[in-house]
């Protein structure tokens, strides 16, 4: 009984009388007190077992135990359901004060010997008397704007209340069974005898000539169980016509226009807002020959695809236009709604609705056929943009959609209105007529000047919507000021408004009132723009100039790239930091991956950590970048959907989203973000779910001066330590000194074309797949389970180079059913660099201890051997202090405390003493072991063994041409000789033994072969 509101039920039972109903079934009723008893009639009874109780209309039967009110009697007196119950109750007593009346049959809502068209016409006018009965109903299509009175009639919406067979004959008849059958053939029955729209919000599509061709219901509860259909149409055997029709046969004849959208209800929401040239598909996919025919006979030239905004919106939208539309000589336009939203919803949430349509029709994007049309803000329009990216000239008459020819209508608000608000046409749509008035607009401020009069207006951005425009608002003149809050749309508030400011500044009230009225066509104005703006997809591609885009070429076809790119970080004045800043870029490009790279930097307060971010994401482009100093814990969960796409996400401090570590980790990990929010309905106000998803992958990057980071966060991020050892400090020292003089101005200012020059480059990176023909051959340490997401880093790194180098590489093509697949392959070469790279960056993941501890460590051991020597004494015999420490190494003592902490937590310092206020000293146990060790090469492969067969070559047959190696800031990367031995080894021993990083890289050369089915992107 959910469809009937608790109210009706509750109503009806205070109008129905027990003790009249219970007479009215021939039982003669006897005074007990203040009940009435009588002889039970549903089982023998020889005594007074049935008891009625008038105060609270219920009754009970002490033996048969049955009970209840007054639609429990019904149910076992006329063996019913409950609706059927409560159709009995409201007939007998729903109008007549609760006074029984004769019951008489139902009548049947449809003709026993009518045809198929009859009968499923005069279903549906019975669905449609049964909407105006049902306020759940009612309330469904009010929320979703589509109520307007002259619509429901005229396409005479209706709602399936579930109560058309309590109507019809009993089924044992012969009358019944019959009926029932012929319902079953036109689709308003199932098998089951339950109606197919039982439910739902139904709306009947007719033909010309009035008969119904196909009927489409919406279920209104969202909420049912799950595998439930929330849009139903008739089944397509059912149908009583050959075809299925199409909705709003009433067209404008004179009219060379139409909106087409993919539902009915977004339809509706157009011709509810007065544009009365729609019509709709059955479905994305679902416009059929007929929709053409019918456009074709109205004479339309121009479809306005108003789809929903998506993925599969958008795909839809285009292959209409390509396939159907285009072809039959149609001009199409793309109506853009915000990313993820409908028209009805997008109606919804920007009011009034008829100001929205009116805005995304004026924004409508050209699709083909006809002119392109000039855009609602751009100076140019696209036909330029188009004649300059191709160089030919744009054929056709420039045109754009007249709204005018919508045809002029009642809107839901009752006003009569031409769409194209203030008479606009997109025929000739350009920016909105000027107003007369000139604003300076800063920091959110609105000054303007009128004769000897200045209007100061404050809180614009906060109006984004059409239905207020409530700001603050000064007068000024000369020394006499007046300003008030209030809605300018409001007549009451900007009469009084205009009163006290003319009094206040000594102005007429004509002038000011005058001047109010210009300030708010003024404040239209920028408020169209504001909302046009904020409705503008962000983050579109920026469009390289020549002279850009073949540098930008030129760099990544550039066989040297990892050289270039090494070079470019010096002359941007980094420092050192040759595999850091490496590793880093490689990184940053991942983000164009399905699975990217993370990156966490870790070093000591003011070394240089940040800085060395600031330089990577300095060759990044901006617009791909979103950075953060802190986060909190549900903020990552509040943003677009696709606002990380495919982005770097920069963090300044790793300390700066401990709150928000869990969702990075998802984020990471899962490459998405979903959750589930309790908020306030804008349009009901009652409380609901909401579901916020952010879309990935993104590429995250982190800094942070803690010794020991969030072990799940770190573990799934490549760390790179920053060389802090004096030498650094000394080039550091020496470049800040360099940047003061004329040579350093020059240099600050060439840094600027670099980074440029490699913004560019990354944008014209495409995100292609990526393919490893060697991955079967590849080897690595497997000791550890954390090594199993190494392992991912390592292919994703290898990944990375490749994609770096898609200039240089062929691009192979493959199908998958009706999909093409582009990818490009990984090299020997790139594995080489990978190697490389991953010795030092993967690497430090098997110490135990941090750069900076393991740095100490070293320099301890050097210390302490030193003064034994000078001292004649075992090393177990000497003893040192923090403050031996720093002014041996000349460390901080920050420092100097928290790696000695994690030396003495991990056994290789020994504490003596300190406790009850005496002073700390310490043993050094650690002996140097492995400390000249060769580097740790994770069990890496020489790539000079792989082989494209899959055969591994033999060790002894190597000829290690990949090898390469790095030998300081200045030196480029390049082949090693033949007598340099390839990385294959692990470097194995006690947990003392070294790990430094390699410094053995190499550079990947361009492939020379071209297939067939190979292409270079261009």
Not at 367 to 393: F, H, Q, W, Y
Not at 746 to 752: E, G, I, M, N, V
Request: one cysteine or more; charged letters at 25%.
């Amino acid at each position: 009984m959910a469809l009937v509101p608790q109210e009706q039920i509750d109503a009806l039972k205070r109008k129905v009388d027990l003790l009249e109903l219970v007479r009215s079934s021939n039982i003669d009723l006897q005074r007990h007190g203040q009940d009435w008893t009588a002889p039970c009639p549903f089982h023998e009874d020889q005594g007074l077992s049935l008891v009625l109780t008038p105060s609270t209309q219920v009754w009970s039967c002490s033996s048969c135990k049955a009970g209840g009110d007054v639609f429990q009697w019904v149910m076992r007196s006329d063996k019913v359901g409950f609706r059927r119950a409560y159709e009995i109750l409201n007939e007998r007593y729903g109008g007549h004060n609760g006074k029984p009346v004769v019951a008489t049959q139902l009548e049947s809502p449809v003709a026993l010997d009518a045809d198929g068209q009859s009968l499923l016409r005069q279903v549906v006018d019975y669905y449609h008397a049964r909407l105006s009965e049902n306020p759940t109903a009612l309330q469904y299509l009010k929320e979703r704007g589509i109520d307007h009175a002259d619509a429901i009639e005229r396409f005479r919406i209706g709602f399936s209340d579930r109560t058309l067979g309590f109507r019809l004959p009993v089924k044992k008849l012969q009358a019944g069974a019959e009926i029932r059958a012929r319902l079953q053939q036109i689709g308003i029955l199932r098998q089951t005898g339950h109606e197919q729209f039982n439910g739902c919000v139904v709306f009947p599509v007719f033909d010309g000539p009035g008969n119904v061709c196909e009927i489409y219901g919406r279920k209104i509860n969202d909420n049912l169980r799950s595998g439930t259909q929330y849009r139903l149409y008739l089944d397509a055997g059912c149908r009583a016509t050959d075809t299925r029709g199409v909705w709003n046969q009433c067209q404008d004849a004179a009219c060379q226009e139409t909106i087409l959208c993919e539902s009915i209800i977004n339809a509706l929401t157009f011709w509810c807002a007065g544009y009365r040239n729609v019509t709709a598909s059955y479905g994305l996919d679902g416009f059929t020959d007929e929709h053409r025919v019918a456009l074709e006979r109205w004479g339309v030239r121009r479809v306005l695809i108003a789809y929903r905004r998506d993925e599969s919106g958008d795909r839809a939208a285009e292959q209409l236009a390509a396939e159907a539309l285009l072809p039959a000589g149609f001009e199409c336009f793309r109506i853009q709604f915000p990313y993820g939203m409908d028209a009805n919803e997008y109606a919804r949430k920007i009011t009034p609705a008829t100001q929205s349509l009116d805005l995304a029709i004026r924004r409508a994007e050209w699709m083909g056929r006809g002119p392109n049309p000039v855009t609602l803000r751009a100076g140019k329009s696209r036909r330029e943009e188009a004649n300059r990216d191709t160089g030919e000239p744009h054929q056709g008459p420039d045109q754009m959609p007249d709204m005018e020819q919508f045809g002029t209508a009642e809107t839901c608000d009752g006003t009569s209105r031409t769409p194209g608000h203030e008479g606009a046409s997109l025929m000739n749509s350009g920016p909105l007529p000027p107003r007369d008035i000139d604003a300076e607009i800063h920091d959110g401020q609105v000054d303007m000047t009128l004769g000897n009069r200045r209007y100061r207006v404050r809180g614009l951005g906060k109006n984004m919507s059409y239905d207020q425009l409530k700001v603050n608002i000064l007068v000024s003149k000369g020394d006499a000021v007046h300003v008030d809050t209030f809605d300018l749309y409001n007549a009451r508030c900007r009469a009084s408004f205009v009163k006290l400011a003319a009094a206040e500044v000594a102005v007429d009230a004509e002038v000011i009132k005058k001047d109010v009225g210009r300030v708010l066509l003024k404040l239209e104005e920028l408020q169209d723009q504001q909302i046009a703006d904020a409705l503008t997809p962000r983050d579109r591609a920026r469009k390289l100039s020549d002279r850009d885009h073949d540098a930008a070429l030129e760099l990544l076809k550039d066989p040297n790239l990892l050289q270039r790119i090494t070079a470019d970080f010096e002359a941007c004045g980094v420092v050192g930091e040759e595999t850091n800043r490496l590793a880093g870029y490689l990184a940053a490009t991942s983000r164009k991956l399905d699975k990217p790279l993370a990156v966490l930097i870790q070093s000591s307060s003011s070394a240089g950590k940040t800085s060395l971010m600031d330089s990577v994401l300095r060759f990044m482009p901006p617009e791909e970048q979103v950075k953060y100093s802190a986060m909190t814990g549900q903020s990552l969960f509040y943003m677009g959907r696709t606002n990380l796409k495919h982005k770097i996400l920069a963090i300044s401090e790793e300390e700066g989203v401990e709150q928000a570590a869990y969702a990075l980790k998802l984020l990471q990990s899962e490459g998405e973000l979903r959750i589930a929010s309790a908020g306030k309905n804008v349009d009901t106000g009652r409380l609901g779910t909401e579901d916020y998803h952010v879309e990935g992958p993104v590429m995250i990057f982190l800094t942070t001066t803690s010794d020991e980071p969030e072990f799940e966060l770190a573990n799934r991020c490549l760390v790179l330590a920053v060389n802090e050892d004096r030498d650094q400090t000394r080039a550091i020292h020496r470049q800040q000194r360099e940047s003061q003089t004329l040579q350093g101005l020059l240099a600050t200012r060439q840094s600027q074309r670099v980074a440029k020059l490699h913004q560019d480059a990354q944008r014209l990176l495409r995100p292609l797949e990526v393919i490893n023909p060697y991955g079967e051959q590849l080897t690595f340490l497997d000791n550890k389970t954390r090594l199993r997401r190494d392992h991912l880093k390592y292919l994703t790194l290898i990944r990375s180079i490749t994609l770096l180098h898609q200039y240089q590489r062929p691009i192979r093509t493959a199908t998958c059913g009706d999909e093409t697949i582009q990818y490009i392959e990984v090299t020997p070469q790139d594995i080489a660099v990978a190697n490389g790279l991953a010795a030092e960056v993967l690497g430090r993941t098997l110490d135990e201890l941090s750069p900076q501890a393991r740095r100490l460590l070293i320099l301890l051991h050097d210390v302490v051997s030193q003064k034994c020597r000078e001292l004649a004494i075992d090393r177990s015999a000497y003893r040192f202090t923090r403050r031996d420490v720093r002014e041996a190494i000349g460390w901080s003592d920050y420092q100097v405390r928290v790696h000695l902490h994690r030396l003495v937590q991990l056994e290789y310092v020994l504490p003596h003493r300190g406790s009850r206020g005496q002073q700390f000293v310490y043993e050094l146990l650690y002996d140097g072991q492995g400390r000249e060790g060769q580097p740790f090469l994770m069990g890496l492969i020489d790539p000079a063994r792989l082989s494209p067969d899959g055969n591994l070559k033999s060790a002894a047959k190597v000829d290690n041409k990949y090898d390469a190696k790095l030998e300081g800031a200045g030196t480029s990367f390049g082949p090693l000789g033949e007598k340099d031995e390839a990385p294959t080894s692990i470097q194995s021993g006690p947990k003392e033994a070294s790990l430094r990083p390699s410094n053995r890289l190499a550079t990947p050369s361009t492939p020379a072969t071209n297939g067939e089915n190979q292409t270079q992107p261009g």
